[in-house]
C-alpha cells in the first residue's frame, strides 16, 4: 500500500462539517479545535506523516498543517508547504483551454491535430471539447509498471510519444473514460495554440492572475521552496517513496504548489478572474456521449 504526503485542500473539512458550514455564515473557534483534534486522531490511526488543509467560506479563510514535511529531518509542514497536486491539475489545464477558445485562438470542435499536428490520426475525429470531458477515447495508463514508474525527465514531444500510438478505448463521444493521457493532449494543444510553453502559458493566464505564486511545474533537479517529501506504507511501516519524475504528466498532474494557491484558484475562477461566467457554466456542465 503506498502513501504519499497529499493535499487535503476542501473536501475532507467540508464533510467533517458540512452541517455547521450550511447553518452558519462562520466556522467557529470551538468547531475548528474539534477539527483539528479529529485530524490528529485521524493521522495516526492511518500513518499519515503529515498534510496541510484549508477551506474558504464567505470571507473567512482558514489553513492549518500538520505532522512532517520530512520525517528524516524533523522538518514540520507549514501553510507554505509545497506538494505535488496530482490530478486536481486538470481543472487547471481546463481553464487555460477555456480561455483560448473564449479568445478564438482555439476550436473546441476541430481536430486536435489542429493544435498538435505531430500527434498520429486515429480512425475518428478527436476534438478538445471531447478531451475536456473524458470522452475522447484515448486511454489512460496501459502498462502502469512502465508508465508510473518513469525517472528521466521529459518534453512535450516525449511525453506524447509515450501513448500517442495506442489505440484508442472508443470511438470518441460514445463512452466515458478517464485519462491523464487526454489531458496531456490538452496540454500540448495550449502550447500549439497559444506559442508558448504549457508552463509559460499557466504562470502567464491562471497561476499569475489567479494568485498562486508557488504553482509551478514540478521538476526533481529545480530548488523548490518548502518541498514536501513522498512516503508509502509498506507493511504497516513507512518508508520514503521511490523517486518518480512526474514531468511526463505535466498538463494532467505535474505541478507542485499551496493549499493557499488552491484557494486562490478557486476564489479567482469563482471570481470570474479566469473564465466568464459563460464558460465556468460549460465547465459544471455534465458532458453528453453521441446517444
Given at each position: 500500500m503506498k502513501l504519499m504526503l497529499r493535499t487535503f485542500a476542501l473536501a475532507l473539512f467540508v464533510a467533517f462539517t458540512s452541517h455547521a458550514l450550511h447553518a452558519q455564515s462562520r466556522v467557529s473557534d470551538q468547531q475548528l479545535r474539534e477539527f483539528?483534534?479529529?485530524?490528529?486522531?485521524w493521522m495516526a490511526a492511518e500513518h499519515v506523516p503529515g498534510l496541510t488543509i484549508g477551506f474558504f467560506k464567505?470571507?473567512?479563510v482558514w489553513v492549518k498543517s500538520f505532522g512532517f514535511s520530512d520525517v528524516e529531518n524533523q522538518a514540520r509542514t507549514t501553510n507554505?508547504?509545497?506538494?505535488?497536486?496530482?490530478?486536481?491539475?486538470?481543472?487547471?489545464?481546463?481553464?487555460?483551454v477555456l480561455q483560448l477558445a473564449e479568445r478564438k485562438q482555439l476550436d473546441l470542435d476541430a481536430e486536435i491535430q489542429a493544435y498538435v499536428p505531430y500527434f498520429p490520426r486515429k480512425p475518428y475525429p478527436i476534438t478538445a471539447r471531447q478531451l475536456l470531458s473524458?470522452?475522447?477515447?484515448?486511454?489512460?495508463?496501459?502498462?502502469?509498471?512502465?508508465?508510473?514508474?518513469?525517472t528521466t525527465h521529459k518534453t512535450t514531444r516525449e511525453s506524447i510519444a509515450i501513448f500517442e500510438n495506442f489505440d484508442l478505448v472508443a470511438e470518441p463521444g460514445t463512452r466515458y473514460s478517464y485519462s491523464s493521457y487526454g489531458y496531456n493532449l490538452l496540454g500540448a494543444a495550449i502550447e500549439g495554440?497559444?506559442?508558448?510553453?504549457?508552463?509559460?502559458?499557466?504562470?502567464d493566464h491562471v497561476w499569475g492572475p489567479a494568485g498562486m505564486p508557488n504553482t509551478r511545474l514540478d521538476d526533481p533537479r529545480a530548488i523548490i521552496p518548502h518541498r514536501v517529501r513522498g512516503y508509502?506504507?509498506?507493511?504497516?511501516?513507512?518508508?520514503?517513496?521511490?523517486?518518480?519524475?512526474i514531468s511526463s504528466r505535466f498538463a494532467a498532474g505535474g505541478s507542485r504548489g499551496t493549499v493557499p494557491d488552491l484557494?486562490?484558484?478557486m476564489r479567482a475562477l469563482n471570481g470570474g478572474k479566469l473564465l466568464s461566467a459563460k464558460s465556468v457554466q460549460m465547465m459544471i456542465t455534465p458532458g453528453v456521449t453521441k446517444d
Open positions: 483539528e483534534q479529529f485530524v490528529v486522531k464567505g470571507d473567512q507554505e508547504s509545497s506538494y505535488r497536486l496530482a490530478s486536481v491539475q486538470k481543472t487547471m489545464t481546463a481553464v487555460a473524458h470522452l475522447g477515447g484515448i486511454p489512460h495508463y496501459v502498462n502502469r509498471d512502465v508508465e508510473q514508474h518513469i495554440a497559444s506559442k508558448q510553453s504549457y508552463a509559460d502559458y499557466m504562470r508509502r506504507l509498506v507493511d504497516g511501516k513507512l518508508e520514503n517513496s521511490e523517486f518518480i519524475d484557494l486562490a484558484f
